[in-house]
């Protein structure tokens, strides 16, 4: 069993949301932060879709257990009174290095002693934040795929300074939430998932945008020639056009290249992937 009962999930966002309700599922008690009143509205929303999602999808699901996961969460715009009794908070906030600082630097001095933070960040290092944790031994990084209910990878990678009691206690958690725990043994930007998938999605890329191929027909190939149930592109749509984009941004220039592609084509056009309705594929509706 896993020694964490009370989770904090700080950012409702699509992958937020996800990671939100299905800690739930599992049976613990959750509280989900946003910044706004509004932001945690459609939180709910996302909610409630993901309870119909697990009634379609999940193996077992019923009425009573999906509805049961959604009475297991309460929703807070007070970042004190979210992480009040935390023994985990999972944060899952924008990529971006400074709101990431300015979060945890609260974060540390509302949360108790005993909550151990972990963030779910894809582009950065737990190194490049566990400074402004005030607590580095209690922090690591817990990085889910989306669509958690069926890719339940959970990513479990600490800095030097992490407890290795700490990373165990993550690694039991992970798995008590129906999760497969990936303990990974130093930092690698790009965890496994990533380290793998990001030039495998570019290879993609860089065939449509320079004009070789359509994304389907790629899509094709890969599909009849390997077996994959899934094409490059239709990964893109599952994970959105958002992850993707700031990977390649921050890359060399022809990834920059790719990024600005995608961004005009794509982002820029609301084209965001299976949970804006629409990316390289058109979705009967938004999940």
């Known amino acids: 069993m896993s020694d964490i009962k009370k989770v904090t999930v700080l950012g409702t966002g699509v992958l937020g949301s996800q990671i939100a309700y299905q800690t739930a599922y599992r049976g613990f008690e959750v509280s989900a932060y946003d910044i706004s009143d509004e932001a945690l509205e459609q939180a709910k929303s996302r909610s409630a ?5 697990y009634l379609k999808e999940v193996p077992g699901a019923t009425a009573s257990t999906t509805d049961a996961a959604l009475g297991r969460i309460a929703f807070f715009s ?3 009174a979210a992480v009040a009794d935390a023994d985990l908070v999972i944060e899952a906030v924008p990529e971006v290095l400074s709101i990431k600082q300015q979060t ?45 209910w069926k890719f339940n990878t959970a990513e479990v990678m600490g800095t030097t300074e992490t407890d290795p009691a700490v990373f165990d206690t993550v690694v039991r958690f992970a798995a008590a939430i129906g999760m ?26 860089s065939l449509a945008a320079g004009g070789y191929a359509e994304p389907h027909d790629i899509d094709n ?34 990834q920059r290249k790719l990024a600005a592609w995608l961004k005009e084509n794509y982002i820029d056009k609301g084209k965001l992937g299976m949970a804006s ?4 594929y058109r979705y009967p509706a938004a999940e």
């Open 78 to 80: 007070d970042l004190g």
């Open 49 to 53: 879709a993901l309870a119909a999602t």
């Open 221 to 254: 190939v890969w599909r009849i020639a390997t077996g994959s149930p899934l094409g490059p592109f239709q990964f893109y749509d599952i994970i959105g056009m958002t992850t993707p984009y700031n990977i390649m941004a921050n890359g060399g220039a022809e």
């Open 104 to 148: 945890y630097e609260r974060l540390g001095d509302l949360a108790p002693e005993k909550t151990i933070f972990a963030t779910n960040s894809s582009t950065l290092l737990p190194s490049d934040m566990k400074a402004f944790t005030g607590r580095p031994a209690k922090f690591l990084a817990l990085h889910f795929a989306n669509r958690v």
């Open 180 to 205: 497969v725990p990936i303990p990974i043994h130093k930092e690698k930007a790009g965890y496994v998932l990533n380290s793998l998938l990001a030039p495998f999605l570019e290879g993609a890329a």
């Open 277 to 280: 309705g629409e990316g390289f």
